[in-house]
C-alpha cells in the first residue's frame, strides 16, 4: 500500500484525496468520543486558510458580548462611502448636466443610494409585529443534571446569554403599546450546545388547541378584511364571532380581558412556555415540565381608562420604559420556575389534559420550583439588526429538552421556520448575526439567498470519505428525540378532555380579587359594546353564563340584554370544580424592587417653595423613584427664597398617566396657582381615579378641593393613598406615600360608575 501511494500523484493541501489517508476512507460513521477530531494533516478543511484562520473563530470567546462584534459598525470619525468602499465626495447633490439640467443616468451613487432606500422594509411579522428587545443573561441556581441534560440547567452559577423580544400580537408594527392584548415574551438562549428558544406569552394558557385553527384565530382577530379596522383591538365583530363559535377560547378570554393584557410594563409581567415540553436527564427519563417567569419587579398592570390615554400620550410607553430602565441601569430581572411532574402525575389531574393549552396546571397541584434568573442588561445597538431580525422557534431546542403531543405546539414546529423563509428572505436567516448559536455550526447545507459561510472544501454530502467523514455525526452527544412509544389511528379530533372547557375559566374568576373581578366585567362590557351584531353579543355572554352567573348577568346588564341561556355545552363532562389558586390574581406577586424606576410628578408653579420641593426630589432620587418637576411651561420658577426652580416637562407634554405617583410641591402661591389650571385639575383627577398616591402639603389641598377629589374611600374609611402634610408632619407623610407608591395603586377607590 506504501508503494502504491507513493506511485500516486500527490497534492499536499489535498492529503485525503491524495495521500495514504484516500486508501482508508472513512465511512458516515458516529464519531466515538475517545477518537480525537481529525487532524490537519488528514483532513482538507482543517487546514488553515490565510483568510479565515484555523477554523475556530475567536467571535463566540466572550459569550455575553463578541459574537456580534464581527458586524458591528461605528462611523465615528469616518467618511462617508458607498456599499463597495468607495468614498463618497458630496452626499447632497445628485449628479447633473449643467445645474439646471437632468440628472445624470450614471450617477451610480444617487442610484445605489435610493435603490438600497426603496428596499430597506421587510415583511413584518404576521402575529406580534410590534415588539420590543433587550440583551442579558441567564444565571442558573442549581444543578438540574438528574431531570435534564440541557447544559444551562446544570452548573449552578452558570450564565448563557439570551435576547429577549416583549411583543403585542394584533397590531402592526407601528401600533401602540398599550393595546389589549396578550404580550410574546420570547427568549433565545445562545447555548454552549445550541440555541434555545422559549418562545412564550404573558399569559399561561392559549385561545385554540389545534394549530389547525391558528390562521382562524388570526384572521378573526386582525383588522376586517373589507376596511383594515380596527388597529391592535379585539372590539370586534369577527373576533367575537370567532370566539363565540369556539368556546375553547373562554378560559384565554378570561386572562385577555383581565388587566393582564394591559401591563403596566414589560418589566412587570410574568411570562410563560405555556405548553407542556419535557426535560430528558442524561439517562433517557422523561419529566412533562411547564415554564414560568416570574418578574422580580413584581406583577402590575395599567387600568382600562389609563391604557387609552397612554396609546395617545405614548404609543411607544412599554419600549421606552424597557429603553429606559436599562439604560439606567434599574436590570428588569425574572426568575424562571419549573413545574415538573411526570407523565403518571399528568394521567392523574383527570379533570384536565395537560396536552391542551387552554388549561394550566394550578400551582396548587404542582409547586413552581425557582432554578435561576433571567437579567436584561443591554440594549440593542440597532432595531433593526436585533429586534426586528431576530427568528424565534419553537424548534430551537436542545438536547435535554423536547417537545410534548400537544396538537398546538406541533404546529407552531413547522410555523415559525416557515414564516422566516418569507419574511427574512431564505433559508439562511440562521446566519443573520442576531441568530447565530455561540456554538459553531457544521453541515452540509450550503448556498441559498444571502449565504455568508464560506464553506471550504469540495465536500458537501455525508457519508464521505474525502473529507475524513466530517462533520461526524454526534450520536449520544447530539440531540435525540426522546423515544416515547405511540400507538393508534390516524384521525383528525381532539382528545375527551379537552371538550371541557369552563372548569380553569371559573377557577381564573374565582381567584381574582373583587376590583380584577370588576374589570373583567368592564372589559366585557367594552368590547362587546363595540361589537355591532347583536346575536354575536349574546352567543358570549351565553358562554360566560357557564362561567359564571354574576359575570354574566353583569356583563348583560351592561349590554342593556337579558341573559342568555348557557351555551351547549360540547359533551356531557362535568364542570369540574377547582379551589381557588391565589396565585392567579396579579395581588399575588407585589414585587421586591420597591419604589425603584417608579415616575412620580413633583407639580410646580410660580411661588413654589423651591428648597422643599428639591429636598423631596431628592429624597425620591435617592430610593430609586424618577422624580420630574412638572410645571405649565418650562423654565424657571421664581421661588419666595433662594435659588429658583427648574421645570423639567410641561403637563401637557407628560399627562398624568405618564405618572406612578403625584406630590404637589409645597408652596401656597404655587398650590393656589395650580389650582386655577384646568389641565392641572384633569391631571390630578386622573391621579386619583387610577388609583395612585398622591401627596400635598400645606396649601396643596386646595388643588384636591378645586379638582372635587373625596378625602375618603366610597365606604367611609380614610383613603390609604392619599397624604395631606403639613410642615411637621411632612417627613412620615412622604415615608407612607413612598409605601403607597410600592404598592402601586388604591383600588378601593374604585366604583362602577367612577365618581371622579
Ligand atoms: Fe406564535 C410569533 C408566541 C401559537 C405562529 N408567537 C410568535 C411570537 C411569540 C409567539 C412570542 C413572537 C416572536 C418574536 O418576538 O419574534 N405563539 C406564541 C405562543 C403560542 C403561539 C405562546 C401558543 C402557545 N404561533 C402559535 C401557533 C402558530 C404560531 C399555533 C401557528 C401554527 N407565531 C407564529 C408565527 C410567528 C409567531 C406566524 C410570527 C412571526 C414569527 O413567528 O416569527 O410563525
Known amino acids: ?163 429577549v423580544r416583549f411583543s403585542t400580537v394584533a397590531g402592526s408594527r407601528g401600533s401602540a403599546d398599550t393595546a389589549r392584548d396578550v404580550r410574546g415574551f420570547a427568549t433565545k438562549f445562545y447555548t454552549e ?5 422559549l418562545v412564550g406569552n404573558n399569559i399561561p394558557v392559549f385561545f385554540i388547541q389545534d394549530a389547525m385553527k391558528f390562521p382562524d384565530l388570526i384572521h378573526a382577530v386582525k383588522p376586517e378584511p ?38 403596566r410594563s ?10 407542556t415540553f419535557r426535560l430528558v436527564n442524561a439517562k433517557g427519563e422523561s419529566h412533562f415540565v411547564k415554564f414560568h417567569w416570574t418578574p422580580l419587579q413584581g406583577t402590575h398592570s395599567l387600568v382600562w381608562d389609563e391604557a387609552v390615554k397612554v396609546a395617545g400620550a405614548d404609543a411607544d410607553f412599554h419600549r421606552r420604559d424597557l429603553w429606559e430602565a436599562i439604560e439606567s441601569g434599574n436590570f428588569p430581572e425574572w426568575e424562571l420556575g419549573l413545574q415538573v411532574f411526570t407523565e403518571a402525575q399528568a394521567a392523574a389531574f383527570r379533570v384536565f389534559d395537560v396536552l391542551d393549552a387552554t388549561k394550566i396546571v394550578p400551582e396548587e397541584l404542582v409547586p413552581v420550583r425557582p432554578v435561576g434568573k433571567l437579567v436584561l442588561d443591554r440594549n440593542p445597538d440597532n432595531f433593526f439588526a436585533e429586534t426586528e431580525q431576530v427568528a424565534f422557534c419553537i424548534a430551537h431546542l436542545v438536547p435535554g429538552i423536547d417537545f410534548s403531543n400537544d396538537p398546538l405546539m406541533q404546529g407552531r414546529i413547522h410555523s415559525y421556520i416557515d414564516t422566516q423563509l418569507s419574511r427574512l428572505g431564505g433559508a439562511n436567516f440562521h446566519e443573520i448575526p442576531i441568530n447565530g448559536p455561540v456554538a459553531q455550526v457544521h453541515n452540509n447545507q ?33 440531540f435525540a428525540s426522546w423515544p416515547e412509544h405511540v400507538e393508534g389511528s390516524k384521525v383528525r379530533g381532539k382528545a375527551e378532555l379537552f371538550a371541557e372547557h369552563y372548569g380553569q375559566a371559573r377557577l381564573f374568576w374565582n381567584s381574582q380579587s373583587p376590583f380584577e373581578q ?83 410628578a413633583l407639580a410646580a408653579a410660580e411661588g413654589v417653595d423651591a428648597a422643599g420641593a428639591r429636598e423631596l426630589y431628592a429624597s425620591l432620587l435617592r430610593d430609586g423613584a424618577q422624580p420630574r418637576i412638572v410645571g405649565q411651561r418650562l423654565g424657571e420658577l421664581s421661588t419666595a427664597s433662594g435659588r429658583p426652580l427648574d421645570v423639567e416637562v410641561s403637563f401637557e407634554a407628560t399627562p398624568s398617566v405618564m405618572y406612578d405617583g403625584l406630590v404637589v410641591g409645597p408652596g401656597d402661591a404655587s398650590a393656589a ?34 379638582a372635587v377629589i373625596p378625602l375618603a374611600l366610597p365606604d367611609g374609611s380614610p383613603d390609604p393613598g392619599l397624604f395631606l402634610a403639613d410642615e411637621a408632619g411632612l417627613a412620615a407623610a412622604l415615608a407612607a406615600f413612598k409605601a403607597a407608591l410600592a404598592r402601586h395603586r388604591t383600588w378601593a377607590r374604585e366604583t362602577d360608575p367612577p365618581r371622579v
Open 1 to 163: 500500500d506504501a508503494e502504491l501511494a507513493a506511485a500516486m500523484p500527490y497534492n499536499e493541501t489535498k492529503p485525503l484525496e491524495y495521500g495514504a489517508a484516500a486508501l482508508t476512507p472513512h465511512q458516515g460513521e458516529v464519531r466515538r468520543p475517545d477518537t480525537p477530531l481529525a487532524t490537519a494533516s488528514t483532513t482538507t478543511e482543517d487546514i488553515a486558510s490565510r483568510k479565515v484562520g484555523d477554523g475556530t473563530p475567536g467571535i463566540g470567546a466572550d459569550p455575553l458580548a463578541g459574537p456580534l462584534d464581527r458586524v458591528r459598525v461605528d462611523d465615528s470619525g469616518r467618511e462617508l462611502t458607498t456599499n463597495q468602499g468607495v468614498k463618497v465626495a458630496d452626499n447632497q447633490h445628485s449628479l447633473k448636466i449643467g445645474l439646471r439640467g437632468p440628472t445624470a443616468m450614471e450617477d451610480f451613487i444617487l442610484r445605489e443610494k435610493i435603490t438600497h432606500f426603496d428596499h430597506e422594509r421587510i415583511p413584518e411579522r404576521v402575529v406580534h409585529a410590534r415588539g420590543a428587545g433587550a440583551h442579558g443573561y441567564f444565571e442558573n441556581y442549581h444543578d438540574l443534571s438528574s431531570i435534564t441534560r440541557a447544559g444551562l440547567f446544570c452548573k449552578p452559577g452558570k450564565r448563557t446569554p439570551v435576547f
Open 193 to 197: 450546545e445550541g440555541v434555545f428558544d
Open 226 to 263: 373589507n376596511n383594515e379596522i380596527p388597529q391592535a383591538s379585539s372590539a370586534h365583530d369577527t373576533f367575537y364571532d370567532f370566539a363565540g363559535l369556539s368556546p375553547e377560547i373562554f378560559h384565554m378570554l378570561m386572562w385577555v380581558l383581565s388587566d393582564r393584557a394591559i401591563p
Open 266 to 275: 414589560f418589566r412587570t409581567m410574568q411570562g410563560f412556555g405555556v405548553h
Open 446 to 478: 450550503r448556498d441559498g439567498m444571502h449565504r455568508q459561510a464560506i464553506n471550504r472544501g469540495r465536500v458537501a454530502y455525508e457519508p464521505n470519505s474525502l473529507a475524513g467523514g466530517c462533520p461526524f455525526q454526534a450520536g449520544a452527544r447530539g
Open 518 to 600: 370588576q374589570h373583567i366585567i368592564d372589559a366585557f362590557r367594552f368590547e362587546l359594546t363595540r361589537v355591532q351584531t347583536p346575536a354575536v353579543r349574546e352567543r358570549i355572554v351565553a358562554g360566560l353564563a357557564n362561567i359564571n352567573a354574576r359575570l354574566a348577568a353583569a356583563v348583560a346588564r351592561g349590554l342593556g340584554i337579558p341573559v342568555p341561556a348557557p351555551l351547549p355545552r360540547v359533551n356531557d363532562t362535568p364542570v369540574p370544580d377547582y379551589p381557588p389558586s391565589p396565585s392567579l390574581s396579579l395581588l399575588f406577586r407585589p414585587g421586591r424592587t420597591g419604589i425603584r424606576t417608579r415616575r412620580v
Open 673 to 706: 396657582a395650580l389650582a386655577r389650571d384646568g389641565r392641572v385639575l384633569e391631571f390630578v383627577r386622573d391621579q386619583y381615579r387610577h388609583g395612585k398616591p398622591i401627596l400635598v402639603i400645606g396649601a396643596g389641598r386646595q388643588l384636591l378641593a378645586a
